[in-house]
T-cell receptor, first 115, second 109 residues
């Protein structure tokens, strides 16, 4: 089966600019997650979708970050305006959902550098 | 929020040696997962543990789900150079997956 697809792989922007990341989960996976991974740390959950509804966005900096999952498939994560501390790898993951970790799979991530 | 303490933070070993790393938490998890992350890639699942006390092997890897459901360990036997990478534990409860800080493994040929 195809894995979780993410694009772009790399992005360099200046602070205060905006940026968007795209994720296509594994077909049939109801749950989609966005993680932020700062260099040297484990991934931190930003937002979780179940189909097209938000399950948990408690750690999403909502003043600058937004995410949507229209039609319950693809998802985009946006940062506007970006800050230097947003430099990180943004990982998308998907799973079958229903409270189970079964099938939990990560994409290769988008490495964001804010200068 | 939930936190996982993973140790050691890094290990530098000789090829052929065995490796052990562990994670502890103040919270109970229903599932423990162990991932490996290579540079420029997302984490890849190595082993999943679903029951307290469960001991599971995957080739040279062995992991256990602690009886208290608050800890887990991963052992790698007879390490080889391609074992180099960062290993993460993750605990799953409800709909949330919480990651440890990672163990960076370096193997000297």
């Amino acid at each position: 089966e195809a894995g979780v697809a993410q694009s772009p792989r790399y992005k360099i922007i200046e602070k205060r600019q905006s940026v968007a990341f795209w994720c296509n989960p594994i077909s049939g996976h109801a749950t989609l997650y966005w993680y932020q991974q700062i260099l040297g740390q484990g991934p931190k959950l930003l937002i979780q979708f179940q189909n097209n509804g938000v399950v948990d966005d408690s750690q999403l900096p909502k003043d600058r970050f937004s995410a949507e999952r229209l039609k319950g498939v693809d998802s985009t994560l946006k940062i506007q305006p970006a800050k230097l501390e947003d430099s990180a790898v943004y990982l998308c993951a998907s799973s079958w959902g229903g409270g189970s970790s079964y099938g939990y799979t990560f994409g290769s991530g988008t490495r964001l550098t804010v200068v | 929020g939930q936190q996982l303490n993973q140790s050691p933070q890094s290990m530098f070993i000789q090829e052929g040696e065995d490796v052990s790393m562990n994670c502890t938490s103040s919270s109970i998890f229903n599932t423990w997962l162990w991932y490996k992350q290579d540079p420029g890639e997302g984490p890849v699942l190595l082993i999943a543990l679903y029951k307290a006390g469960e001991l599971t092997s995957n080739g040279r890897l062995t992991a256990q789900f602690g009886i208290t459901r608050k800890d887990s360990f991963l052992n790698i036997s007879a390490s080889i150079p391609s074992d180099v990478g960062i290993y993460f534990c993750a605990g799953h409860a409800g709909n949330m997956l919480t990651f440890g800080g990672g163990t960076r493994l370096m193997v000297k040929p």
